[in-house]
């Protein structure tokens, strides 16, 4: 396999993305809640934690922009 020719003194760049730095959060829901995040999410095939973010997000967003 041949490499790729670099120039002198030009840096090498990792195909690879380098992970994001994220904090996670702790949410806890009743049964029912729990029951619907699951639904929700299945409907617009997401999973539970990425439909939870969406919407997080969503209202993070419409309080920011309320002022609130």
Not at 4 to 24: D, F, L, S
Not at 26 to 54: F, I, M, T, W
């Amino acid at each position: 396999m041949a490499k790729a020719k670099i120039k002198k003194g030009t840096k090498r760049m990792n195909a690879v993305q380098t992970e994001r730095v994220v904090k996670p959060v702790r949410l806890d829901l009743s049964e029912p809640d729990h029951e619907r995040l699951e639904r929700l999410a299945r409907e617009r095939g997401l999973n539970k934690a990425s439909y939870a973010r969406q919407a997080v997000l969503e209202r993070m967003r419409a309080d920011e922009a309320r002022g609130s």
